[in-house]
């Protein structure tokens, strides 16, 4: 499975968690051990997705849950590993890209969004030599 169909995964079932959640708390069934039947969705493309998805079981759609951030947990580790590598000058833009399975252009923007730049330049000597000229 692609990095892209994973993520369209992740966030389909992150947003459907949102919407059953309240359903979900009701149960108690972490601390209880009471183990829910019903789920109540109201919309129709929800409850398509749960009943193919998970075939209407609450554990087996919790357990994909967990699962899905554990997985986003350790593909996030993977990219803050990776980038520091690169600050350290030990891997290039395109080793990341081949690694993380993306294009250069968002190994980029995950630089940005990480705060790393593509060129790490020191301004302070071409301010002086800026600075010497103007005085002359």
């Known amino acids: 499975m692609s990095q892209q169909t994973k993520c369209g995964s992740f966030f389909k079932v992150v947003f459907f968690a949102f919407f059953v959640l309240f359903d979900i708390l009701k149960v108690y069934y972490i601390l209880t051990g009471v183990i829910m039947t019903n789920v109540k969705?109201?919309?129709?493309?929800f409850e398509s997705l749960y009943k193919a998805e998970f075939n209407s079981s609450p554990i087996k759609f919790l357990e994909t849950f967990k699962s899905l951030l554990a997985d986003r947990n350790q593909r996030?580790?993977?990219?803050?590993?990776?980038?520091?590598?690169?600050?350290?000058?030990?891997?290039?833009?395109?080793?990341i890209a081949e690694e993380l399975d993306i294009d250069r252009d968002k190994v980029l923007s995950l630089m940005e969004r990480h705060n790393i730049y593509l060129v790490d330049y020191d301004l302070?000597?071409?301010n002086k030599t800026i600075e010497k000229y103007l005085v002359n």
């Open 41 to 45: 969705i109201n919309d129709p493309w």
């Open 124 to 126: 302070t000597t071409e």
């Open 76 to 95: 996030e580790k993977k990219i803050v590993s990776l980038l520091k590598q690169y600050e350290k000058s030990e891997m290039s833009v395109g080793k």
